[in-house]
């Protein structure tokens, strides 16, 4: 038969297939990409029927079984299933290409077939190369990415141990090549000038980083093109031979996996704001939460008419692929209460599940979870809201993931949230991350004891309506309250990514960190080792409701005002360093004062004390004098900040604005 021509008529890689895998027709892009004629495909003629061969013969055999298993999933379980194949290419390198297989109906003969193509990752080559990261990184090996016209070398992952050996995530030749012997520099030339489509063999390499001594690294290559008819790079494989222990080892390689985890999370983060379809968002998501956070498995299920609909990474066996995919968003099991109740879940193992979900006893395939296996579920949107969807990850071998692991996933997941509900409602890319901006802007908590605590924010009148404004404030483990206000450069979309991130890396820090200072300082490291390309300002503040000892530090903020019932107001500046993300090695300072009963601080961001015909002296004077007038007049905290931000924007406001008031009761 002819193949619908709107499954194949693209410029990339295409085929349809039976449920058993033989290839009914397939594009020129696809046979050109596998390396035969089309003829070659098709050409197996059985009486009146003409038979294409089997998908999976027609792949190298390192890749047939991950192209088969593809298949399967597609044809068994009627989801949608998305992974990174290397094809052979012709007379060159490897092409690794993101496929995707699912069901479709042929509208001629309403026949099932499977339509496996190659997806547009242009956009986010990024997500080509995890399954590399991922497989280096469980060989305790490390990977880097070589580009010939740049000169540049990528460090993309692997044994931490290895990458706190380089001096950061991007690097040049030159200065790789410095730091290698004289008597082994050749061999590294002669490495990636030779590199082939196959592996080359190892090369040993004395390596000398810096403040430690030599180390005796060994490697090999290999050149991969990305994505059909995508760039040329060079791939690098390292070990480290060295037998001598490093006394410091530890705190280098766990600095090493956080600037992994970062660069991870920001990444993630970016490309769910700018994912613009539905099938955008199920590719990243698919392609990058397992690896982000250390899983063996990811799914994806959305709400379509009160059922679950389902894709995944193939990662995940196909049992309960099969439970999910169709079931009520009522049925009282495990995922479809995470989703509708807006509640995280996390099972850690069979005996787990069935305490906690008696009737999941009556089903076998039960009996498969075992004690080395958990799950954790995430839902997309909170408790109260529509439900959207969630995701499930699955963990095997032991490993637990920290709460901090799952409050980050958390974050992702409204993120998450947030990008699909706006590419439903097919809203304009501003609205979506106006929408994104404010999920970003915490809910403040509802009950501090002694502490009253209100925040205001106004988006700027100037450019995409959108800004890096931001505040926040949470509990600390040790009964204090941290309260901080920041603003990251610009009024658009970059502007409200770089707050988000910064907003998560300040929380996530402050978690293990007491100081305030010292949570500056470890977040500036960050930055600058993700070489942010905009920089922030930040005040953080840690208050202790019993006695009022406040200690405050500031990353190039505007001061904080101190207003008391008198009606009096004073201007405290306090000690720190410069803006985050720019000077690399700054030491933050900090100081400690007392809040009195009755009396206020006011933090504000720029947009609130300065403008065209406002001096910052003459902004701060005004909106002290705002902040007493009101204590004086017995406001409490909420009318209080009303009171600033309605003086702000009636008089010159062109910037964003923010005002965090905290009054001691």
């Known amino acids: 038969m002819d193949a619908p021509d709107e499954f194949l008529r693209g410029p990339d890689p295409a085929a349809l297939l039976t449920l058993d895998g033989a290839i ?34 027609l792949w190298p055999a390192s890749e047939r079984m991950s192209a088969e298993s593809l298949v399967a999933h597609a044809a068994r379980t009627k989801t949608v299933a998305m992974r990174v194949l290397d094809f052979p290419g012709r007379g060159g390198a490897p092409v690794a290409c993101l496929i995707e297989a699912r069901q479709v109906k042929d509208p001629a003969s309403d026949e099932q077939l499977i339509w496996v193509h190659a997806l547009d990752a242009r956009n986010d080559l990024a997500s080509l190369l995890i399954p590399f990261r991922m497989a280096t990184s469980a060989a305790n090996l490390g990977l880097w990415m070589y580009s010939p016209c740049e000169h540049q070398m990528e460090w993309l992952g692997g044994a931490p141990a290895l990458a706190a050996l380089f001096p950061g995530p991007t690097t040049s030749l030159s200065r790789v090549i410095s730091a290698v012997h004289p008597d082994d520099r050749e061999a590294l030339r002669q490495l990636l000038r030779s590199a082939a489509t196959q592996q080359s063999a190892w090369v040993r390499l004395r390596y000398l980083p810096q403040h430690e001594g030599w180390h005796q690294l060994a490697a090999q290559t290999r050149r991969i ?54 099938q955008e968002l199920q590719q990243v998501v698919l392609t990058r939460l397992a690896a982000t956070f250390g899983a063996s498995g990811a799914l994806l299920a959305l709400v379509a008419e009160g059922r679950l609909r389902v894709s995944t990474d193939a990662g995940i066996s196909m049992w309960e692929v099969d439970v999910l995919h169709g079931m009520s968003l009522d049925d009282p099991s495990p995922v479809p209460e995470s989703i509708r109740t807006g509640r995280p879940q996390f099972i850690r193992d069979r005996e787990d599940y069935i305490r906690r979900w008696p009737r999941g006893a009556e089903f076998p395939l039960i009996g498969r979870l075992g004690s080395d296996y ?25 490993y637990r993931p920290s709460l901090e692991e799952r409050t980050l996933m958390g974050t992702l997941a409204d993120l998450a949230g947030q990008a699909l509900r706006r590419i439903r409602l097919q809203q304009a890319r501003v609205e979506l991350a106006t929408a994104l901006q404010q999920t970003m802007l915490p809910t ?29 404030a949470f509990a600390m483990p040790d009964g204090t ?31 293990h960190e007491p100081d305030p200072a010292t949570v500056l300082t470890r977040t500036n490291e960050l930055l600058v080792t993700m070489e942010a390309a905009r920089f922030a300002s930040c005040t953080m503040l840690h208050i ?24 009096s107001h004073s201007i405290r500046e306090l000690p720190g360093g410069p803006v985050l993300g720019v000077v690399p090695g700054t030491e933050y300072r900090e100081e400690t004062f007392t809040l009195d ?65 905290i009054r001691r009761a």
């Open 481 to 511: 309250v941290a309260m901080e206000i920041g603003d990251a450069q610009g009024h658009d979309v970059d502007a409200a990514a770089v707050m988000g991130q910064v907003r998560a890396s300040i929380r996530a820090i402050a978690a």
């Open 225 to 278: 093109q990305l994505g059909y008819g995508g760039p040329e790079r060079i791939f690098g494989v390292v070990r480290d031979d060295t037998k001598k222990e490093k006394r410091n080892e530890k705190a280098q390689a766990a600095l090493a996996a956080e600037r992994l985890r970062a660069k991870e999370t920001a990444a993630f983060s970016s490309a769910l704001i700018t994912a613009a379809t539905e």
């Open 24 to 57: 009914r027709s397939l594009n020129a892009a696809m046979a050109a990409a596998l390396g035969r004629p089309v003829e070659q495909c098709l050409g197996r003629d059985f009486g009146d029927q003409c038979l294409g061969r089997d998908f999976g013969d």
């Open 544 to 567: 202790d409701p019993g006695d009022g000892q406040v200690t405050g530090a500031s990353a190039g903020h505007v001061p904080v005002l101190y207003a008391r019932e008198d009606g």
């Open 597 to 661: 009963e009755g009396s206020a601080l006011v933090m504000v961001t720029d947009g609130v004390v300065e403008g065209p015909g406002l001096t910052l002296e003459a902004g701060l004077e005004r909106a002290g004098t705002l902040a007493g007038a009101a204590l004086h007049d017995g406001l409490n905290a909420e009318e209080t900040a009303d009171r600033i931000l309605d003086a702000a924007v009636a008089v010159d406001h062109l910037d964003d604005v923010a005002v965090l008031v």
């Open 444 to 472: 403040l908590p509802e009950h501090l004891a002694g502490l009253e605590v209100a925040a205001r924010y106004r988006p700027s009148l100037d450019g995409l309506d959108i800004g890096g404004d931001w505040y926040d």
């Open 374 to 398: 958990a799950t954790s579920i995430t839902p997309l949107s909170e408790a109260g809201n529509q439900p959207l969807g969630g995701w499930v990850v699955t963990y095997g071998s032991g």
